[in-house]
């Protein structure tokens, strides 16, 4: 579904990557780990198309087409998904409101006509059934006042919503207590199935307990350096990244 | 110039050369440019006026006159020069038009670019309208629906000839002539406008509305509008402007006045979308409006506006409240792009006891352009619990544009409370990547953005006014980032 092939990417003539190789098949669970400025978060951002960082050379291919020249809007219609690690506040604008906005856009790339309203708020039902919601929240403003726990669920109920092929979860258990990241992951478990893929970039293993991952990648100083199963979370954790040379 | 009669006008008219661009070829009657008392007598005389309206304006020349157009305000542009103006203009017209099968044909296609459906307007939003182009008013519509209830509402030329006593009694008492520069040239040239009055306990069944277009070259437009309410009644009424694409700088002086008798309520909602001029700066309607309500006993006015046109805005809706117990209300939101300065906000000043006053001011600036809230809160001695609760808030697109609040406070009572709130936030990339990484544009993002932002305001239009509104946002904000 997604391969990177020796993607290289800066910001501001800093290198971050430096080579990066991957291969994520549909039904696939991928982990990304590292310590802090390995690049983690630089790759997430890179996919999703944020134009602070530069690709220098390599490429993205998603769905045998690359999506290097593609605006990240573009890239979402494609079904490209990253929950961010930081969800930003629109003041004034409902949940509801921005999904609604968003799916209808996506609809439009597709050259379809917008939801129903009839539909839109049965999906809405029942997405947020699914991923036991309270539904009030929708109502209020994009964000806004929302808790850790709350920004994180209303990712992943936007995700439910725009049913994308590749989730990229950025940093999500950052800012969570157990009972919250539990929740998270359960909603991620439900959306999961064979024909789309999740991408979880994280610093700690915990998170990858409960969304369990079928590889698992090192990164360090811009570069994967060692794969393997979802055991190697356990040993990163119990042996700490200076373990991987 | 001083022997100038109406038969030389005429004359002038016919050989004179008009120099058509991209706006409608109307019909138009034109007077010279340039302004002296033979012009206002003959504008006085071609509406027909009684000798005391003629005497009006003349005293209003007189005072306009020894008057020198204000600096104070926080915008810069090369002053009008006022005898190159054309004081007149008016679509040549048969007769009084009852249904809209009998308006010009390309008054009709201009109304259908605007997206101003008036037939549409008129049989699905039960909105009367009276539509005003240039100066003169070409169709008024529902007047026998509103008759009904005894509401007058009419083109003030008309209301000027037809119910005299009433014009008379209220015209320039809240706005006098010698107020300000603006409202004196105003007071001495306005040709056109709106008159309305509603009777005492009259609900307005309807929203009535006025449409006001520029679109002569090089005419100014000095509408003139006399609202009255009478006691306990209730009237919701709406203001829309647009202006095709000019390249000289048009001058509008608009006067509103607002009376709000005991226990009465008026709703005065504007979308204003003149033209701001091009990219670089060029062009664009200078707005320079007196707008002000007087509130009696227990009376309630709401300004609400939009402002999204105009190379510079000079205009602040304000409220007298002087009767005990009255209420002042004002939302506005003010979107400035490219090269467009706004110097807007509004003044209450509170007299009676109790009275009550509310400050809602959303700007956006963008581009290179600057947006000023200037607001002055005034407690009178007498204005004993008086309440104001002001609220500011400015986004900025981009670093080149400038936002800045004035706020005035004047208190002689302490037993007044006032608040003051202010907010300056910036669309950040981060907020556009999360939306676009959503499969939102960047446009539309920031529409999204800017809606949120003035949903307050916004709320508070009439529900059609609104719709309308949210695009004119939208069309306003195109391109603002690269």
Same mark, same amino acid.
């Given at each position: +579904?997604?391969?990177?092939?020796?993607?290289?990417?800066?910001?501001?003539?800093?290198?971050? #990557?430096?080579?990066?190789?991957?291969?994520?098949?549909?039904?696939?669970?991928?982990?990304?780990?590292?310590?802090?400025?390995?690049?983690?978060?630089?790759?997430?951002?890179?996919?999703?198309?944020?134009?602070?960082?530069?690709?220098?050379?390599?490429?993205?291919?998603?769905?045998?087409?690359?999506?290097?020249?593609?605006?990240?809007?573009?890239?979402?219609?494609?079904?490209?998904? +990253?929950?961010?690690?930081?969800?930003?506040?629109?003041?004034?604008?409902?949940?509801?409101?921005?999904?609604?906005?968003?799916?209808?856009?996506?609809?439009?790339?597709?050259? @379809?006509?917008?939801?129903?309203?009839?539909? +839109?708020?049965? #999906?809405?039902?029942?997405?947020?059934?699914? #991923?036991?919601?309270?539904?009030?929240?929708?109502?209020?403003?994009?964000?806004?006042?929302?808790?850790?726990?709350?920004?994180?669920?209303?990712?992943?109920?936007?995700?439910?919503? @725009?049913?994308?092929?590749?989730?990229? @979860?950025?940093?999500?258990?950052?800012?969570?207590?157990?009972?919250?990241?539990?929740?998270?992951?359960?909603?991620?478990?439900?959306?999961?199935?064979?024909?789309?893929?999740? @991408?979880?970039?994280?610093?700690?293993?915990?998170?990858?307990?409960?969304?369990?991952?079928?590889?698992?990648?090192?990164?360090?100083?811009?570069?994967?350096?060692?794969?393997?199963?979802?055991?190697?979370?356990?040993?990163?954790?119990?042996?700490?990244?200076?373990?991987?040379? | 110039?001083?022997?100038?009669?109406?038969?030389?006008?005429?004359?002038?008219?016919? =050989?004179? $050369?008009?120099?058509?661009?991209?706006?409608?070829?109307?019909?138009?009657?034109?007077?010279?440019?340039?302004?002296?008392?033979?012009?206002?007598?003959?504008?006085?005389?071609?509406?027909?006026?009684?000798?005391?309206?003629?005497?009006?304006?003349?005293? *209003?020349?007189?005072?306009?006159?020894?008057?020198?157009?204000?600096?104070?305000?926080?915008?810069?542009?090369?002053?009008?020069?006022?005898?190159?103006?054309?004081?007149?203009?008016?679509?040549?017209?048969? $007769?009084?038009?009852?249904?809209?099968?009998?308006?010009?044909?390309?008054?009709?296609?201009?109304?259908?670019?605007?997206?101003?459906?008036?037939?549409?307007?008129?049989?699905?939003?039960?909105? *009367?309208?009276?539509?005003?182009?240039?100066?003169?008013?070409? /169709?008024?519509?529902?007047?026998?629906?509103?008759?009904?209830?005894?509401?007058?509402?009419?083109?003030?030329?008309?209301?000027?000839?037809?119910?005299?006593?009433?014009? %008379?009694?209220? &015209?320039?008492?809240?706005?006098?002539?010698?107020?300000?520069?603006?409202?004196?040239?105003?007071? /001495?040239?306005?040709?056109?406008?709106?008159?309305?009055?509603?009777?005492?306990?009259?609900?307005?069944?309807?929203?009535?509305?006025?449409?006001?277009?520029?679109?002569?070259?090089?005419?100014?437009?000095?509408?003139?509008?006399?609202?009255?309410?009478?006691?306990?009644?209730?009237?919701?009424?709406?203001?829309?402007?647009? /202006?095709?694409?000019?390249?000289?700088?048009?001058?509008?002086? *608009?006067?509103?006045?607002?009376?709000?008798?005991?226990?009465?309520?008026?709703?005065?909602?504007?979308?204003?979308?003149?033209?701001?001029?091009?990219? $670089?700066?060029?062009?664009?309607?200078?707005?320079?409006?007196?707008?002000?309500?007087?509130?009696?006993?227990?009376?309630?006015?709401?300004?609400?506006?939009?402002?999204?046109?105009?190379?510079?805005?000079? %205009?602040?809706?304000?409220?007298?409240?002087?009767?005990?117990?009255?209420?002042?209300?004002?939302?506005?939101?003010?979107?400035?792009?490219?090269?467009?300065?706004?110097?807007?906000?509004?003044?209450?000043?509170?007299?009676?006891?109790?009275?009550?006053?509310?400050?809602?001011?959303?700007?956006?600036?963008?581009?290179?352009?600057?947006?000023?809230?200037?607001?002055?809160?005034?407690?009178?001695?007498? /204005?004993?619990?008086?309440?104001?609760?002001?609220?500011?808030?400015?986004? &900025?697109?981009?670093?080149?544009?400038?936002?800045?609040?004035?706020?005035?406070?004047?208190?002689?009572?302490?037993?007044?409370?006032?608040?003051?709130?202010?907010?300056?936030?910036?669309?950040?990339?981060?907020?556009?990547?999360?939306?676009?990484?959503?499969?939102?544009? =960047?446009?539309?993002?920031?529409?999204?953005?800017?809606?949120?932002?003035?949903?307050?305001?916004?709320?508070?239009?009439?529900?059609?006014?609104?719709?309308? *509104?949210?695009?004119? &946002?939208?069309?306003?904000?195109?391109?603002?980032?690269?």
């Amino acid at each position: +579904m997604l391969i990177i092939k020796n993607l290289h990417a800066s910001v501001n003539d800093t290198k971050i #990557l430096k080579g990066i190789n991957l291969e994520i098949k549909a039904g696939e669970v991928h982990a990304i780990m590292g310590p802090n400025g390995s690049g983690k978060s630089t790759l997430s951002s890179v996919i999703a198309g944020n134009g602070v960082y530069d690709v220098d050379s390599g490429d993205i291919i998603l769905e045998n087409e690359s999506i290097l020249e593609m605006a990240p809007e573009e890239r979402a219609h494609k079904g490209i998904f +990253m929950s961010f690690q930081y969800p930003v506040e629109i003041p004034g604008v409902s949940t509801i409101n921005f999904i609604k906005t968003a799916i209808n856009e996506k609809r439009k790339a597709q050259g @379809l006509e917008d939801l129903p309203a009839k539909n +839109m708020l049965q #999906l809405i039902k029942e997405k947020s059934e699914l #991923l036991e919601m309270d539904r009030k929240f929708l109502s209020r403003s994009l964000n806004q006042g929302f808790s850790g726990g709350e920004k994180k669920r209303n990712e992943i109920f936007q995700m439910a919503m @725009l049913d994308p092929k590749l989730a990229i @979860l950025d940093e999500t258990d950052s800012g969570l207590d157990i009972d919250a990241l539990k929740i998270v992951a359960n909603g991620v478990n439900k959306l999961k199935n064979e024909n789309n893929a999740v @991408l979880v970039i994280t610093h700690y293993q915990r998170l990858l307990d409960y969304i369990v991952p079928d590889f698992v990648h090192v990164l360090k100083d811009g570069k994967i350096i060692k794969s393997g199963g979802k055991e190697l979370a356990l040993e990163l954790e119990a042996k700490g990244y200076d373990w991987v040379k | 110039m001083n022997k100038y009669t109406e038969d030389d006008l005429k004359k002038e008219l016919e =050989t004179q $050369e008009y120099e058509y661009g991209f706006y409608s070829e109307l019909n138009a009657e034109t007077f010279p440019k340039g302004l002296n008392e033979d012009i206002i007598r003959a504008i006085s005389k071609k509406k027909e006026e009684p000798e005391w309206m003629t005497n009006w304006r003349l005293d *209003a020349f007189k005072i306009w006159q020894e008057m020198e157009e204000p600096e104070w305000a926080n915008v810069h542009y090369k002053k009008p020069d006022f005898q190159a103006i054309s004081y007149y203009s008016a679509p040549k017209q048969k $007769e009084q038009l009852k249904s809209l099968d009998d308006v010009d044909t390309e008054l009709l296609a201009m109304y259908k670019k605007l997206g101003i459906s008036v037939n549409e307007q008129k049989r699905m939003n039960n909105v *009367a309208m009276d539509i005003v182009v240039d100066s003169v008013s070409v /169709a008024t519509t529902f007047k026998e629906t509103l008759a009904k209830d005894g509401i007058i509402f009419m083109p003030i030329s008309e209301a000027i000839q037809k119910h005299s006593d009433l014009v %008379k009694k209220y &015209l320039g008492t809240i706005v006098p002539k010698k107020d300000n520069f603006y409202a004196a040239l105003n007071s /001495a040239v306005f040709t056109d406008g709106s008159f309305c009055y509603i009777p005492k306990g009259v609900r307005c069944p309807m929203e009535l509305s006025t449409y006001f277009r520029i679109n002569e070259g090089g005419t100014g437009q000095f509408e003139r509008t006399l609202l009255i309410a009478d006691e306990g009644s209730y009237v919701s009424y709406l203001e829309g402007c647009t /202006a095709p694409s000019r390249d000289e700088n048009q001058l509008h002086a *608009a006067v509103v006045e607002l009376i709000a008798l005991d226990d009465a309520e008026i709703k005065y909602s504007t979308v204003q979308n003149w033209y701001p001029g091009n990219a $670089e700066g060029i062009g664009g309607v200078f707005n320079f409006v007196t707008k002000r309500a007087l509130c009696e006993k227990n009376a309630k006015v709401s300004w609400t506006q939009v402002e999204t046109g105009s190379a510079v805005t000079w %205009k602040y809706p304000s409220c007298i409240l002087k009767g005990d117990n009255s209420v002042g209300e004002f939302y506005s939101i003010a979107v400035t792009n490219n090269y467009q300065q706004a110097d807007t906000g509004t003044k209450m000043i509170h007299l009676g006891k109790n009275t009550r006053s509310t400050i809602i001011s959303k700007g956006v600036s963008a581009g290179k352009s600057q947006n000023s809230y200037r607001g002055l809160v005034q407690i009178g001695a007498r /204005a004993d619990n008086a309440r104001n609760f002001s609220q500011c808030d400015s986004l &900025l697109m981009g670093d080149e544009c400038g936002a800045h609040t004035f706020p005035y406070i004047e208190c002689k009572n302490n037993t007044a409370q006032i608040e003051h709130e202010a907010t300056t936030s910036k669309i950040g990339e981060d907020q556009l990547f999360y939306c676009n990484q959503r499969g939102i544009d =960047t446009e539309k993002a920031i529409a999204l953005i800017v809606n949120g932002f003035s949903k307050e305001v916004l709320n508070k239009l009439p529900m059609e006014f609104a719709v309308e *509104a949210r695009k004119l &946002l939208e069309i306003s904000l195109e391109g603002s980032v690269g």
